[in-house]
């Protein structure tokens, strides 16, 4: 069976299926192939433990999705509801906690309960960040420049950016080039005193990351978690109202409203190159698809090293892919609970119980969390962002139940050096378990069920390749004109009508849609078709 | 007494706290209206913010000054580092002596404005509308002080307006006559010390009472008790801001963006571009922006504040200021009919060379009747002197009125 497609789209994860609404809304017969026998990648909630229950099974909070896609796609109308959550605890070893409130006051007083000074350098440290981020905003929706071309729109762009960093003034420049290379723990060290201070923020620093808050470049992850916003409130996070899968669905049904076609439960054997050019995609079942373009929203290796044939890529090209930086480091526990857990630090009813969690009090432990990556191992005592959605979404477990959502991290691709066995994540999950215990007595006793994550099943499950979030390290060496590879940023890959349009692509991981939207014009560009992918708004 | 505890993990309760006047404040306030001021809550006005305006400018108002932060400088080196900290030479400011300076970064970039009160050798409080601690902390490396945040430890009062010294010699405190403008002293007072400085926000006579917060209630009853002939009057801050504009004052994150919160380091300003360079002096020594501030010194001021006496009636609140050809050259930061000086005043920022005394400019205002709005294009004039600066302000002693 065989049918001929404008542009067939692999994966429905949700940059492809972005990728998918702009081409389809040009006009464009457009077919998304998706392996799983659901859409959404890792923008998925499943009903996992019970009809009534769905988890956010991989990401679990939203904040970087760009609301020009948002809005351009009609997901509002497609029933996506953004609700922010706001707030958030950093527990210490000692009974205390370092709580994070919606009211500025409040939370500077709270910092203030700690140091006096460090409650004052928040103002500061917010300060900066928030320059990093307007600073980068600008360059989420746009295309990044080859700077090793001549070609106009890559001097304009390059044009546009150099303007973009005299606008921030000379120290600003100083600024800007050391907090790309900095290390989180270099960073804040120049702002704050306290430790308990310093590790709730350190976290943003390497979620996703398997680098240790010690490890140069580390300051820009946190920068990639500051930059989103809920509704304009910068750095502001939220769920996905009925969980994230809900943005998916929404992108799913503006896809198909607009005349797209999705076939799920059937993953890509081969993409079909014929004179050099992808003409289509062979599916495990043998059926064969053909198109004028071919958009892979798949990891960079799980493309070009699962997907196509050597011979018929540059073996140059091909080293490359194999020496890209993608190591998972972080895994995922969903728990169904029979109501809510009790933590012991926080103040009867405290809202803070609705925010993210975490179990952390001095940047040595996160650091030694990290040793245990390098030494083959999952930390024994790892970094943890807890969040219970129920507490805010009634949407996703019967009343007065509860799900929770556990990422964690660190947490290797391969234990020491083997495939994880299922008795080492049984191990796994357990430490996690006892690790929040410690913090809400009586935790253990509220479980119904729970579903562990490590990097083998985010591998196996929805294809990121060594489990990594991000589809690709986000560090200097592949971010901007260098992601994912140098040369090949634009969207386009090395074999003529083959485009990329996943997080290993500018500007990288999370549920932002960006790279989604920028490969669709870019394609839409080549195919000189209307251009149907919406301008970034700028902030000034 | 002392009513902010946010040591307590409880204090996420409330999101902010009563001042130690509050009990007294709740009597007056019969708009049953509070709105936050950093750590407190605050009366935006007690009944009419006009008439306590008036009461400001006819006889005294009193005005909780409990939240503005406070800091305490002592020890060897306090002088040299207040004299790196801020831009005048604070030497002058002998001891019994209040002094309005403001302080920068290194770029030469406003932090923020307030009052030094010098109370003995060595011993020093800075009043900020900002918090500084950090900042402070951070200067305070290589000098042998002690520099602390007291803002809770102590509790003010502004007694502002014409009759502000006949209240205080009613309450007994002798030789007040005597305080000059930006002098300070101390009384007994029911047990406590009363520190008294001849200073305000209103241009107008007037003073600023602190004390302990043990004492504040008692203050507040006998201040009213020995006002009441007087016209003493509780002024929430929106008469205060009326009567600080009418003085050309200038107020942070209102007339200035703070450089300490500035995402966009262009918004911000240096003392000449607020029209405080005779704040800045460069013969004192090094200070904290003094090389940024010598070569804008050189080079001259991207902006300037000024103040526009505006043609008609209209207040211009957040206008946008006209060059003569016609171009947008800069906005209004704060605006009000004058009922003192009968006008339409502003204080305004503008991009130099524009700003020049006695320059014409035009201001664009938007005003509303019954829910139409208009607009309407008004002259302006460049002005030097404050619209409000009675020869009572200065007369010592102050007349009793």
Known sequence: MSTKYNAIVIGAGHNALTSAAFLARAGMKTLVVEKNDYIGGATVSLETYRKDWKYSNCSYVASLLRPEVYRSLKLAKYGLQIVPYGGGATFSQNGDYIGRYVDPDISRREVARHSQRDAHATERFDRDVMRQARFIRQFLLRTPPDPTSFRPRDLLELLYTARAALDLGEDLIYDTMRFYTMSIADFLDEYFEHPLIKASHAGSGIIGSAMGVMSPGTAYVLLHHAMGDVDGSMGAWGFARGGMGAVAQAMHDCFIDLGGRVQIGQGVSRIIVKRGRAVGVALENGDEHYADVIVSGLTLPHTFLECMEA??????????????????????????LDGPPRFTALPEGSELARGDLHFVDTMERLERAYDDWKAGTWSK???????????????????????????????????????????????????????IEEYAPGFKDLILHMEVRTPRELENEIGLTSGNIFHGELTMDQLSFNRPLPGYAQYRGPVKGLYLCGSSTHPGGGVMAAPGANAAREILGDLRRINTVPEGWLDD | MRTVHFDHRNHARDAAFPSPFHSRQAQHNRMKEWSRWSDYLSVPAYWCADMEYFAGRNACGVFDLTPMIKHRVSGPDALPYLNRLVTRDVAKIKPGRVGYSVWCNEQGRVLDDGTIFHFDEGDYRICSQERQIDWFLTSAQGFDVDVR???????????????????????????????????????????????????????????????????????????????????????????????????????????????????????????????????????????????ALLEEHERGSRYRLVKLDIAGNKPAKDAYVFGGDGKVIGTVTSAMWSPSAKASIALASVETPHGESGEELDVEIYYQRELKWHRVMARARVVDKAFWDPPRRRQTPPAKF
């Open chain 2, 149 to 291: 945040e007291e803002t809770h430890d102590v509790a003010g009062l502004a007694l502002q307006g014409p009759t502000s010294f006949a209240v205080l010699n009613a309450l007994g405190l002798a030789g007040v006559e005597t305080l000059t403008p930006f002098g300070l002293t101390t009384f007994d007072f029911a047990g406590a010390s009363l520190t008294v400085s001849r200073t305000g926000f209103t241009g107008d006579l007037g003073y600023e009472l602190w004390v302990d917060p043990d004492h504040a209630e008692t203050l507040w009853d006998r201040l009213f008790e020995a006002g009441e002939l007087h016209g003493i009057r509780a002024m929430g801050s929106q008469a205060l801001d009326l009567l600080r504009i009418e003085a050309g004052f200038i107020l942070a994150g209102i007339d200035f963006l703070p450089a300490w919160e500035a995402v966009r380091p262009s918004h911000t300003r240096s003392p000449f571009e607020l029209g405080l360079g005779w704040l800045v002096n460069f013969d004192k020594g090094l200070f904290t922006g003094r090389r």
């Open chain 1, 381 to 435: 005592d790892p970094y943890i962002d807890l969040l219970i959605p129920t507490m805010t979404d009634p949407s996703m477990a019967p009343p007065g139940k509860h799900f929770m959502s556990v990422f964690v991290q660190y947490v290797p691709p391969k234990v020491d050096g083997k495939d994880w066995t299922d008795a080492q994540v049984a191990a796994f999950g357990q430490n996690v378990v006892n690790r």
């Open chain 1, 311 to 336: 011979s018929d890529l540059d073996a140059g090209f091909l080293d490359r892919v194999r020496h890209f930086k993608i190591r998972g480091s972080s895994g995922k526990l969903n728990i169904a």
